[in-house]
């Protein structure tokens, strides 16, 4: 497998995964991943970001590298914009291949090597924002810190003269590549799959750092972009000002309602909540707003969270389970919470037996969410037909209040 050319003596040396792991023990991956590694030959030979020793990552790394003539044992210096181990699993393996390799990363990186590679002071250089490398043959990496997108350590590496800028997990996506790694390749019919993967992963990976985010992209503007090369999914050469206005949208959703939709989640133990679900969703139809409907347990919260993210409409349809909230929609609830999707307008219903309290636990955990909660509606055993027509009334009443946000990004 050869390595591709980003610009003279710039290449993308990484590779496409598949596999049935968990992204952070956590994220399902069916459609894959890019680990994207890069390799900057001057005078002296950089690579920027790793891989991990994951579905053969590793040799593919090393086949591309001699591709174009660099020999691994020759490798001057390993940048790390940041220390998670799927860009930095490798590193171990590097120091046993090149052992004069220094390694480039912040203070706080060079504290984290140290616990996860036990590496050596005379091991690592400290670099901070503003501080420059001069590989020669004009090849002139310029680093800015970015802490907290998504770690306290991260920071972003940016070549003077080709003006690429190798931002890691910043502008990142999940998914594997289809053939090309680079935007103005991707075909129409790809769009909605590019589209979706980057929407799941800043839900999943990066949303509650979007604070961070915005201070980040204030950096970004100021600089002059030839191409964006983040560490997983395409590399932005044609448009990158596309993938910056993307993530500014999803970052500024956590600051106020997002998207004129609605996410529409349930879970029911013997269908009596799910009676409910149908009339809920005729008087949303009514309104004509976009709804991503979700039953749990069966759909991971993976996905969940992604569609939750850009709506500014979110529904709970859940039965009261001992007292308090149905136990699928409980982890549902509180990973929206620690994932900060703030400002949502959201009604909750759901059905009880001798007595309800999904209710009160739900208001305890969203106090801080800055949600707009209709009346929540619960109803004992079966759904009347007036439980109905009033659940039809309130489901027509949310989408009529998210129909009046307007919309704050519109996909290719």
């Not at 002296?44 to 691994?72: C, E, F, I, N």
């Not at 043959?137 to 800015?144: P, S």
């Not at 709804?291 to 859940?318: N, R």
């Amino acid at each position: 497998m050869k390595a591709i050319q980003l610009d003279e003596g710039i290449h993308w040396i990484g590779a496409n995964i598949s596999t049935n792991d968990l992204f952070e023990g956590i994220w399902p991956i069916p459609y894959g991943v890019t680990l994207n590694s890069y390799l900057v030959q001057g005078d002296k030979l950089a690579v920027v970001d790793l891989v991990r020793d994951w579905a053969g990552a590793p040799t593919y790394v090393l086949s591309q590298m001699q591709s174009v003539g660099a020999k691994p044992k020759d490798i001057d210096y390993v940048i790390l914009n940041h220390l998670e181990p799927d860009h930095t699993g490798w590193l171990d393996m590097i120091h046993i291949i090149s052992e004069d390799a220094k390694v480039l990363t912040t203070e706080k990186g060079a504290e984290m090597a140290k616990a996860l590679y036990h590496l050596k002071d005379g091991d690592i250089d400290i670099v901070k924002s503003g501080d420059t490398l001069d590989l020669g043959q004009g090849k002139v990496l310029a680093f800015e810190e970015i802490p907290h997108v998504h770690w306290p350590e991260t920071m972003a590496t940016y070549e003077v003269n080709s003006k690429i800028l190798f931002s890691c997990d910043a502008f990142g996506s999940f998914g594997a590549l289809k053939g090309s790694i680079f935007d103005d390749e991707v075909p129409k019919a790809d769009y909605k799959y590019y589209e979706e993967e980057t929407l799941r992963y800043y839900a999943n990976i990066v949303g509650p750092f979007s604070g961070p985010v915005l201070k980040a992209l204030e950096k970004v503007d100021s600089l002059d972009i030839n191409m964006i090369a983040p560490s997983h999914g395409l590399i932005w050469r044609k448009d990158p000002q596309y993938i910056i206005e993307q993530y500014r949208a999803y970052a500024n959703y956590s600051k106020d309602y997002a998207e004129p939709e609605i996410t529409f989640i349930w879970g029911s133990m013997y269908g009596n909540t799910e009676r409910m679900v149908r009339a809920v969703l005729k008087g949303i139809a009514k309104e004509e707003v976009p709804v991503h409907i979700f039953h749990v347990p069966e759909d991971d919260v993976s996905f969940i969270l992604a569609q939750a993210w850009k709506s500014a409409g979110l529904v709970f349809g859940m039965p009261t389970y001992e007292y308090k909230m149905f136990p699928p929609m409980r982890y549902v609830v509180d990973l929206l919470s620690q994932k900060q999707a703030r400002y949502k307008k959201v009604f909750r219903f759901g059905s009880f037996g001798w007595s309800g309290g999904a209710e009160r636990e739900f208001e305890e955990k969203i106090e801080r969410m800055k949600w707009d909660l209709l009346e929540s509606f619960d109803f004992k055993g079966s759904p009347t037909e007036e439980d109905l027509n009033k659940g039809m009334e309130f489901g027509q009443e949310l989408a009529k209040q998210v129909k009046e946000i307007p919309r704050k990004f519109t996909p290719r």
